[in-house]
């Protein structure tokens, strides 16, 4: 009565509880999931959704059917990997979910790198915030900075990743009586190590960097972001402030996939060689001292 990609849309509008929320998570428009989600409901006979104030969320019909939705996706998604896992080509797509900063401050020209060494396998990089579901195959590989890396992962930790407190060359010259903080809206980094008052709340590290680098003033980062980072020093006097892990991470199914292996490998080398600067082991020196 209804196609696999039926199944995509009712989940991802029962997910986000909005219309627009689904659209946004699957790459299309409102007016298409509404036209998609009224065609379901046709062909099933019944409402699966009812608008509330908070959005839309699910009639009794919705909920009898989520469980098996959700079953028939994990198998699906079974099947997507086991059939990728027997493609033995050195050509053909992998999938990278990789953080913006991580791919910003170490990997980058790793990954150049990479596409001279095998021009024939072509990299999908998610540079985003969210953790790709790995089991869902949303990414081949994860570089991901986390404390709990999901149970169907494989992989290794490269290196404990701690953060420290940064600031500008000209803002340590001219040093006010009290501090100014940029706030990064994340755990550690949202409240000051030592007196300070927030003069930019941010939700961006990389925009955090910027600011902090043209003088607003002082903020958290994680080392080998702020240590790779142009114009900015850590300020001396604050110890590093531990936080979380990197991983390197694939599906238990893909591991010995030869193109997921050669990327696997050759990210595995490049944090590895890496390791110090993700530590902390590798600052620059003392504002003063350049």
């Known amino acids: 009565m209804f196609d696999w990609d039926d199944i995509r849309l009712f989940l991802a509008a029962a997910r986000a509880n909005t219309?627009?929320?689904?659209?946004?998570?699957?790459?299309?428009?409102?007016?298409?999931?509404?036209?998609?989600?009224?065609?379901?409901?046709?062909?099933l006979g019944a409402k699966l959704f009812e608008r509330t104030v908070g959005g839309h969320a699910l009639t009794s019909a919705g909920h009898a059917i989520l469980d098996t939705a959700e079953r028939a996706e994990r198998e699906m998604a079974t099947i997507d990997r086991k059939?990728?896992?027997?493609?033995?080509?050195?050509?053909?797509?992998?999938?990278?979910?990789?953080?913006?900063?991580?791919?910003?401050?170490?990997l980058h020209t790793s990954l150049k790198d990479f596409q001279k060494k095998h021009p024939m396998i072509e990299l999908d990089i998610n540079a985003t915030g969210r953790l790709a579901n790995l089991a869902q195959r949303e990414a081949d590989l994860v570089v991901r900075a986390t404390k709990m890396p999901p149970e169907s992962a494989v992989g290794r930790k490269i290196a404990a990743s701690p953060l420290a407190v940064y600031a500008s060359k000209a803002y340590l010259k001219n040093r006010p009586k009290l501090d100014r903080w940029v706030k990064l809206t994340y755990g550690p980094s949202e409240t000051p190590p030592i007196p300070a008052r927030i003069v930019v709340t941010v939700d961006s590290a990389h925009a955090t960097a910027r600011l902090i680098a043209d003088g607003v003033g002082m903020g958290t980062l994680p080392c080998y972001?702020?240590?790779t980072f142009p114009g900015l020093y850590r300020v001396p006097e604050v110890d590093l402030i531990s936080d979380l892990d990197l991983w390197i991470l694939v599906h238990a199914d893909l591991r010995k996939t030869p193109r997921v292996r050669v990327l696997l490998d050759h990210l595995y080398g490049t944090l590895e060689n890496a390791k110090e600067l993700i530590e902390g082991k590798r600052p620059k020196p003392p504002a003063f001292a350049t």
């Not at 050195?90 to 999938?95: E, K």
């Open 19 to 43: 219309i627009r929320g689904a659209a946004r998570d699957l790459g299309i428009t409102h007016a298409t999931v509404s036209r998609r989600l009224h065609g379901l409901e046709e062909k």
């Open 225 to 227: 972001q702020g240590d």
């Open 83 to 106: 059939l990728f896992a027997q493609d033995t080509r050195m050509a053909g797509m992998v999938r990278l979910s990789i953080h913006d900063i991580l791919f910003h401050s170490l």
